[in-house]
């Protein structure tokens, strides 16, 4: 019996694979408090399919996780996200976003594994969440930026004193971000990467 088989050809999509001129490929980590919009910041700005590892928050969680100012959130990261960007012809990203429940910060370490830099996100509804990530962050010496992302209902204060109430460092750049609209996630990466070519060049002109 004549049978051809035409097996459809499985491989990656077009828009999966990178162009042959990428030369630097950076990791970087995406952290911040229960529900500040790390995995929004990751999926609005993937050009892959961003891996996403969300679960249903169920009854279990209560008195467990802390939802004030966030009662109507549905699903939590459990575990990472992952999403890709291409900024320039020659340098892609690796985004991986943490999960913000503290008590899967354990995962941080392998997150954080190879990271050159992390985009702290912060919600002013809840500033206080923030000071246990960067604390975190100071403690390994990780360069990072602060992305103010934008709810509606969050107070508004000029970045001078949300610059104090964290106490951050002058030289740690703070952007405003809406996590939910990619250019306004790739302008918070811009300003990482910007961030971080400035501390190399300032660590080589210093030796
Ligand atoms: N208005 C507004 N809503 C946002 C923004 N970013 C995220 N959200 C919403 O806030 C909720 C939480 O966002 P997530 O991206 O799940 O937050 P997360 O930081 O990943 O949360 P965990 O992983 O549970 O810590 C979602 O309903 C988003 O749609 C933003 O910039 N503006
Ligand atoms: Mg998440």
Not at 97 to 104: A, D, H, L, S
Not at 112 to 115: K, L, M, Q, R, Y
Not at 184 to 205: C, Q
């Given at each position: ?16 694979v990178l ?5 630097t490929?950076?990791?970087v ?14 999926g ?7 891996l996403t590892?969300?679960?249903t ?14 009662e109507?959130?549905?699903q939590t ?6 999403g890709?960007?291409?900024l320039?012809?020659e340098l892609v990203?690796?985004?991986f ?8 910060w ?5 997150l954080?594994?190879?990271?050159l830099g992390?985009?702290?996100l ?6 206080d969440d ?11 010496g ?5 992305a ?17 109430a964290m ?6 750049p703070?952007?405003d ?6 250019s ?22 210093s030796?």
């Open positions: 019996m004549d049978c051809k088989i035409s097996e459809p050809v499985v491989g990656p999509r077009s828009e999966d162009p042959d001129s990428i030369s490929a950076v990791k980590v995406i952290v911040g408090g229960f529900g500040v919009g790390k995995t929004t910041l990751v609005s700005v993937s050009e892959i399919r961003p590892t969300e679960e928050m169920t009854q279990a969680g209560v008195g467990v996780d802390d939802l004030a100012g966030v109507r959130k549905t990261t459990v575990a990472m996200d992952f890709r960007i291409s320039s012809e990203l690796y985004l976003g943490t999960p913000g429940q503290q008590r899967f354990f995962l941080w370490n392998g954080f594994e190879g990271a992390a985009v702290v912060i919600d002013t509804r809840r500033l923030s000071f246990d990530v960067l604390g975190r962050l100071e403690e390994r990780l360069p990072f930026v602060v103010v992302n934008a709810f509606p209902d969050a107070p508004f204060y000029p970045m001078s004193e949300l610059r104090a106490d951050l460092p002058d030289d740690v703070m952007v971000c809406d996590a939910r609209e990619r306004s996630s790739r302008d918070a990466l811009l300003t990482l990467v910007r961030h971080l070519y400035a501390l190399t060049t300032t660590a080589s002109e030796r």
